[in-house]
T-cell receptor, first 113, second 114 residues
Framework: GAGVSQTPSNKVTEKGKYVELRCDPI?????LYWYRQSLGQGPEFLIY????????DSGLPNDRFFAVRPEGSVSTLKIQRTERGDSAVYLC???????????FGPGTRLTVL | ELKVEQNPLFLSMQEGKNYTIYCNYS?????LYWYRQDPGKSLESLFV?????AVKQEGRLMASLDTKARLSTLHITAAVHDLSATYFC??????????????FGQGTILTVHP
């Protein structure tokens, strides 16, 4: 079946702009995670959704970052007033429920000029 | 705070040789995952280890988990060029409010050469 998909695959923006990154999880997966991977590092947790609600947003670096999952499927990560330090690959993962094996999408490479 | 450390961070191997990558973690857990990442690609799940003493093998790779030592190993047997990639271990903490979020090691960049 279809895996986790993410769009766009690449996003180049200017400092100060607003961006949205989209994640389509595997059908039927209720748990959805966002991670951020900087160059040469392992992914770092950002936020976790169980269904429609963000159960854990402890990894969001500041209030410029926000994510939603209004219907319990597709999720959007939103970054306001982007900064050069936001440049990274943003990975989305889904699992049947929390604590199950996570399957990762291909990621969105964000570059802030 | 859970910390996960891998070593070595860089590994250059000759084809046909054996080697082991180590993954240490700082907090009690019996849930450890190994992933492979090729350049510019996402994470591919290799092994899921969910109990003390768990051992899993796939081809030339074998992973094990010792929860008492808080240590997992990824053993490579008779390396081939196709194994060149970055390998990550990741841990989650069962129960509570961790919700299965993963904490990753820094990654081990493996290069296999003739």
């Amino acid at each position: 079946g279809a895996g986790v998909s993410q769009t766009p695959s690449n996003k180049v923006t200017e400092k100060g702009k607003y961006v949205e990154l989209r994640c389509d999880p595997i059908s039927g997966h209720t748990a959805l995670y966002w991670y951020r991977q900087s160059l040469g590092q392992g992914p770092e947790f950002l936020i976790y959704f169980q269904g429609t609600g963000a159960a854990d947003d402890s990894g969001l670096p500041n209030d410029r970052f926000f994510a939603v999952r209004p219907e319990g499927s597709v999720s959007t990560l939103k970054i306001q007033r982007t900064e050069r330090g936001d440049s990274a690959v943003y990975l989305c993962a889904s699992s049947r429920q929390a604590y199950n094996e996570q399957f990762f999408g291909p990621g969105t490479r964000l570059t802030v000029l | 705070e859970l910390k996960v450390e891998q070593n070595p961070l860089f590994l250059s191997m000759q084809e046909g040789k054996n080697y082991t990558i180590y993954c240490n973690y700082s907090t009690t857990s019996d849930r450890l995952y190994w992933y492979r990442q090729d350049p510019g690609k996402s994470l591919e799940s290799l092994f899921v280890l969910l109990s003390n003493g768990a051992v899993k093998q796939e081809g030339r790779l074998m992973a094990s988990l010792d929860t008492k030592a808080r240590l997992s190993t990824l053993h490579i047997t008779a390396a081939v060029h196709d194994l060149s990639a970055t390998y990550f271990c990741a841990v989650d903490i069962p129960g509570g409010t961790s919700y299965g979020k993963l904490t990753f090691g820094q990654g081990t960049i493996l290069t296999v050469h003739p």
